[in-house]
């Protein structure tokens, strides 16, 4: 697949002017992309918890997103691998979330991931062309 996958944290900064990677994540978004549907929830929740954004705006901010990604279903059996195998990579705590995510972009070959969680992603997908919206997005990122 040839769209980035946007992960959660890359979502959130796209539509949050006031999150610290907003100027960075809207240098990265070109005209869409893909993302897991399992991050509208992880966005609802950040959006109206950690950010303290009120629960309307959250789900306006999350439905105008539906124009320009395409939301990818997650296999049952992959999570399952994900959280079974998560002990011997290492993997505990909330990395679990961004695991999951990855595996979702691996299933519909998607190879470059734009995100604010850069050492998740670097972990459990080392192959995957990392976006890290923790740098900027500089031209010469986009290969």
Known sequence: MKSDFWDTSGLLALQCA????????????????????RSREEFYSAATGRMGIPPVIAVK??????????????????????????????IQGRILYDA????????????????????????VYPSAQIIDLTLGVKPEMRE
């Not at 006031?18 to 549907?37: P, Q």
């Not at 990818?72 to 994900?82: C, R, V």
């Not at 519909?108 to 972990?123: D, I, L, Q, S």
């Open 61 to 90: 901010l999350l439905t105008e997103l539906d124009s320009f990604f395409k939301w990818l279903p997650a296999n049952d059996d992959s999570i399952d691998d994900e959280i079974l195998t998560a002990p011997r990579r290492g």
């Open 100 to 123: 999951i995510l990855s595996r979702i972009a691996k299933d519909h070959g998607c190879k470059v991931v734009v995100t604010a969680n850069p050492t998740h992603f670097r972990h």
């Open 18 to 37: 006031k999150d610290l990677f907003h100027e960075a994540a809207e240098s990265a978004f070109r005209s869409g992309g893909v993302a897991a549907r």
